[in-house]
């Protein structure tokens, strides 16, 4: 029976929608990080986005902690979203490229569940359709609410430590200077 109450189009599309979902976290884990850039499309925020604030008309800091995070669930396979009491650049940028990685996979889940309209036809496979990509529909929000925070203290962090660097080079040049001095070459 094909149509709107058929229970063998419902399965399928629950085998279809898990094998896709378990496929794309692998293809996720594997893609190497560098090919996701923040500032680049699709990842860079869109104007009306103003930097990540519109996300706090969505109340965002209410509900975005009762969804369920992948690296609580499967901590061996994806870095911690907790951030350690001491910072580097390094780490930031690991997790911008996280949450580019995090959104590019709910995009292709969002995608890919349409796959459902073929395997039940009729209203059935569309109500699965939709409702799977609404369900990928927070966790996209909740990366673009996120990344620009992460860009910031990145910034934060490069222009910190970049500080640090030149402080370093300058005791260099120093000590370096008084050496020379000390072996009768002149500065």
């Given at each position: ?9 419902f399965?399928k ?7 896709t979902g ?13 090919r ?20 706090d ?12 995070d ?14 350690p ?12 490229q ?10 292709l889940l ?18 699965v ?16 609410y996120?990344r620009?925070k ?9 222009a910190?430590?970049a ?25």
């Amino acid at each position: 029976m094909e149509g709107t109450y058929d229970m063998t189009g419902f399965l399928k599309c629950i085998l279809f929608l898990a094998a896709t979902g378990f496929g794309l976290f692998l293809v996720g884990r594997v893609v190497p990080k560098d090919r996701f850039q923040a500032d680049r499309f699709p990842f860079r925020l869109f104007p009306f986005e103003q930097d990540g604030r519109i996300y706090d008309a969505l109340h965002i800091k209410k509900w975005k902690e009762g969804f369920p995070d992948m690296s609580v669930i499967l901590p061996a396979l994806i870095p911690s979203k907790r951030l350690p009491k001491v910072l580097t650049a390094a780490q930031i940028t690991s997790m911008i490229q996280e949450t580019c990685i995090a959104e590019w996979t709910h995009d292709l889940l969002c995608l890919a569940g349409f796959g459902c309209v073929f395997l039940w036809k009729g209203i059935g496979g569309w109500l699965v359709s939709l409702l799977y990509a609404a369900g990928n529909l927070p966790y996209i929000i909740i990366q673009r609410y996120n990344r620009p925070k992460f860009v910031r203290l990145l910034k934060r962090l490069q222009a910190k430590e970049a500080g640090r660097t030149n402080r370093k080079q300058e005791n260099i040049r120093e000590k370096g200077t008084s050496i020379e001095l000390q072996y009768g070459a002149r500065p």
